[in-house]
Structure formats: C-alpha cells, structure tokens
C-alpha cells in the first residue's frame, strides 16, 4: 500500500516546546511540502523539499525547522518562537506525471494544539 | 504573486441538483489544473486535472478558460455524499513545482 502517513494524528503540546510531526511517505516522490491550515483558511506553505538534503522556506516558515535526510522523510518542527502554533498541519509530496504537470497527494495530518 | 480566487459559498443545493464553481487564477503562465475535495477535518483529495480540452470524470466536469484565466468544476446529479469543500489549485514548475491554492467553495448538499 503506498501512501504517505503523517504521525501522530493529534498532538498536544505546552507552550514553549519544541515539538516535531512526522511525515513518511513510500511513493517515491522526489518532492515533499508541509502546509498549514487554520479553521476556515488556505493552505499556507511552510517549507519544500524538491531533493534529498535540500529544502526551501515557504510562505510562513519563520518559528518551523525542517530536515530532508532520507527521500522518504520529511519531518517538521515547530519550534517555541512559533507565535501561533495551534493548527492542522498538513505533508504532502509530488511526483512529475509528464511534460509540465505534477501531482501532488497529502497525508491525512496532524492536528497540533499548544496551550 | 500568484493568487487562486474561489467563492467560498456556501452553495446549498438540493439532492440531484447540478452545481458549477469558478476559480480565477492570476499567472498567466500556469500550465496544470486541478480541484481536490477536502472533507471536513481531513486531508485535501484529489478529484481531477483540469485539460485545456476540458475533461469529465462521470458526475464531474472540468473546464479550463485561459483568455479568461478561470477555471471550472461542474456536477451534476448532486449526492449527499459530494458535501465537502472544493480547492482549486493552479500549479506552475519552472523548477520547482510550488502549486497555489484558493481557499475552497462549501458545498451542502441537503435531501
């Protein structure tokens, strides 16, 4: 079964913690993304990882770290200078399907709240 | 800066009804298209690739307008089951494939 898995599915944090979600995904996707999306809004991009060891800030990636050791392998950490950090954390990865068109298929998130 | 402009709605239809959305996009350059379904509390889906040609997929049509930069979603025979939000998405490579998202179009389908 391919797929990509995002653990845990809730996660609960005190604020000033340093907290990392997981994101694994089996497709062989070259490109990886994380996204974050508040109660009635977009997805807003974090970071993007098009290739093993590098990775690049998003929209809104002040407060987040990433790293991109392993193609399968994404993880996000949100760390304590995250001004609002309570949210659904989305990953996602993408694959070229031909020509100039992509695809890409999310993981089924984490949602984080810090009190 | 590239936007993805959607009617938030909500639209409220009635079963077996036939519903359209629109979406604007601002980058005239975009080549791919797509609508994905979000449940709620769940992840985005996808549902289809918008075609220049335009493309269906049973129930649900998908057009792509590029003098007018919009594109299109059509169902038709309106289930309960299709109650969801529905993004649209532009996606542009040029390197690194960084797709826009609009913020999604309530769908409630009632009996």
């Known amino acids: 079964d391919g797929g990509i898995t995002q653990s845990p599915k809730y996660l609960f944090r005190k604020e000033g913690q340093n907290v990392t979600l997981s994101c694994e995904q089996n497709?062989?996707?070259?490109?990886m993304y994380w996204y974050r999306q508040d109660p009635g809004q977009g997805l807003r991009l974090i970071y993007y990882?098009?290739?093993?060891?590098?990775?690049q800030k998003g929209d809104i990636a002040e407060g987040y770290s990433v790293s991109r050791e392993k193609k399968e392998s994404f993880p996000l950490t949100v760390t304590s200078a995250q001004k609002n950090p309570t949210a659904f954390y989305l990953c996602?990865?993408?694959?070229?399907?031909?020509?100039?068109?992509?695809?890409?298929?999310f993981g089924p998130g984490t949602r984080l709240t810090v009190t | 800066r590239k936007e993805v402009e959607q009617d938030p709605g909500p639209f409220n239809v009635p079963e077996g009804a036939t519903v359209a959305f629109n979406c604007t996009y601002s980058?005239?350059?975009?080549?791919?298209f797509f609508w994905y379904r979000q449940d709620c509390r769940k992840e985005p889906k996808l549902l289809m690739s918008v075609y220049s040609s335009g493309n269906e997929d049973g129930r649900f049509t998908a057009q792509l307008n590029r003098a007018s930069q919009y594109i299109s979603l059509l169902i038709r025979d309106s289930k309960l089951s299709d109650s969801a939000t529905y993004l649209c998405?532009?996606?542009?490579?040029?390197?690194?494939?960084?797709?826009?998202f609009g913020r999604g179009t309530s769908l409630i389908v009632h009996p």
């Open positions: 998405v532009e996606g542009s490579s040029g390197g690194s494939y960084i797709p826009t």
């Open positions: 990882s098009q290739i093993v060891n590098d990775f």
């Open positions: 996602a990865s993408s694959y070229r399907q031909g020509g100039d068109s992509y695809e890409q298929y």
């Open positions: 980058n005239s350059a975009s080549q791919s």
């Open positions: 497709l062989n996707h070259d490109a």
